[in-house]
């Protein structure tokens, strides 16, 4: 599958409806990168995603500082990437990205900074705030070969 879908999300808890359908659904080797400013609502969707897919209320934090936070999923380990602090795409691998990609089911916050690194196969989520309004809307790519999306989009 390749393609693309254009969202509106009402408010902030239509995009943690959109997190909590979608890394649920998520399966080891589907990369998911969330693009747009600050303030877009990228960890808002994370954190959401993460919680459901946890199976309910639970500690979510930013990997900002750390850079990496991993997750035992059901599915398997979900790797959060949050790179907005790296200057240069290979220090990704430090923070063993190439794992993360083989094994495990990954969300990269600011995708712009992995440069040559970015994986040919990835659903690219590019959120942007509505002016005027305390929602967004996203579009999603689908790139490289999808047998199904991961979500029913309408």
Not at 75 to 80: C, F, I, P, R, S
Not at 116 to 124: D, G, K
Request: net charge negative; glycine share 12%; hydrophobic share 45%.
């Amino acid at each position: 599958m390749s393609g693309s879908v254009h969202l509106v999300l009402a408010d902030e808890a239509a995009t943690c409806a959109l997190g909590a359908r979608l890394v649920p659904a998520l399966r080891p080797g589907d990369v998911v990168l969330l693009a747009g400013g600050l303030g877009t609502g990228k960890t808002t969707l994370a954190r959401a995603g993460i919680q459901a897919a946890l199976g309910g209320p639970a500690e979510v934090p930013s990997p900002t500082f750390t850079l990496v936070q991993t997750y035992d999923l059901p599915a398997g380990t979900l790797w959060h990437f949050d790179l907005y602090r790296l200057g240069d795409p290979a220090e990704v691998l430090e923070l063993g990205f190439e794992d993360a990609v083989a094994d495990g089911m990954v969300l990269v916050e600011w995708p712009d900074r992995l440069g040559p690194l970015l994986p040919a196969r990835h659903i690219l989520l590019d959120l942007r705030a509505e002016p005027g309004s305390d929602g967004r809307s996203a579009d999603l790519t689908f790139a490289g070969t999808w047998q199904t999306s991961p979500l029913q989009i309408p």
